[in-house]
């Protein structure tokens, strides 16, 4: 009888121990999207700084997803590099986080009712929200930007705030927060705005490790 408890015992154990892996390995969702002729900064600067978190066993619940625009998932930037995505924005999808790109020509993706129904979906459940450089154009368009501060492309500022007189447009500004909405300038600025996004998720110390471990930080 005894043995039997035992063996009772170490069962039960085993089973909580698979339930509890199988609770933990459950993961959010980081969706980072990709356009045609996106600026290939606003797209690998977020992928380095959340792929190097991913590693970490305080952001190991984290994984990153790389999001077609389109029903195409593979997509070349405005520099050349082509990205085969892992999802496109007509699969199932529950995002956490989605980080919107630019690209020199915004209009088509603008105009893109697919790919702005898409974001205002993700909206409701996503915990953030960001775009770099003229990203934020298609926050825009999706009233996610209402009544929030915000910036776009340096020089761009004028632009974002006639084409959409709701957003509170803030000039010559790095990186705009605003409630779980971050948006930012273009080209280096975008690794900025990725961790101040990482240190909002997690923590400061933790933000400033990724900076360590990526050297970002002996940019002066």
Known sequence: MLYLKKISGLFTLFIGIVFSQSVSAQQSSIGILVIDGFLTSDVTAPVEVFGAATKKSWFSSYKVVIISATKNRRVTSEEGLTIVSDKTIYDELDLDVLILPSA?????????????????????????????????????????????????????????????????????????????????NGGPVS?????????????????????NAIQFNRIK
């Not at 900025?192 to 900076?211: P, R, T, Y």
């Open 104 to 184: 020199y020509a915004m209009k088509d993706h603008i105009g893109n009712t697919k790919l702005i129904d898409f974001i205002r979906q993700t909206d409701k459940t996503a915990s953030w929200m960001a775009s770099n450089c003229s990203g934020a154009l298609l926050l825009g368009e999706a009233g996610i930007l209402d009544g929030k501060k915000a910036t776009t492309w340096f020089g761009g500022e004028a632009d974002l705030q006639k084409s959409y007189p709701a957003i509170d447009v803030q000039f010559d500004q790095n990186v705009v927060v605003d409630d779980r909405v971050i948006t930012s």
């Open 191 to 211: 690794y900025e705005a990725a961790f101040m996004l990482l240190e909002k998720i997690s923590s400061k110390q933790f933000s400033n490790e990724i900076s």
